[in-house]
């Protein structure tokens, strides 16, 4: 098993920046590929931004692209997503999710491809 647990949520204002993290623990080398989800209430999960753990390539929704960066400590087990221009439509709890599959062979933004989740940390941005 795999446990992640994120911080560095907050309340920011429009424009502002966040770095998030996930600490992975456990069995971390069943991870071989990390991303980080968006979620509002009533919706589902949205993948925002993957990394593969073997060659550090990530991939980025759209509205992710110029604006997050996702990035890995592999000396640490420690995921890190950059959130800068942040805008009001990005809040949401945010949460680390991980795949015993690599990305290049998972629907990498869709939340059955993940195996473990972690409890979230919330993200306001306010305009």
Do not use: H, M
Request: proline fraction near 3%; include cysteine; aromatic fraction near 10%.
């Amino acid at each position: 098993q795999v446990q992640l647990q994120e911080s560095g949520g907050g309340s920011v204002q429009a424009g502002g920046s966040l770095r998030l993290s996930c600490a992975a623990s456990g069995y971390t080398n069943r991870a071989k590929c990390l991303g980080w989800f968006r979620q509002v209430p009533g919706k589902e999960r949205e993948g925002v931004a993957t990394i593969s753990i073997r060659d550090g390539t990530t991939y980025y929704v759209d509205s992710a692209k110029g604006r997050f960066t996702i990035s890995q400590d592999n000396a640490k087990n420690t995921v890190y997503l950059q959130l800068n221009s942040l805008k009001p439509e990005d809040t949401g709890a945010y949460y680390c999710s991980g795949s015993v599959s690599p990305c290049a062979t998972i629907p990498r933004f869709s939340q059955g491809a993940y195996d473990f989740w972690g409890q979230g940390t919330q993200v306001t941005v306010s305009s």
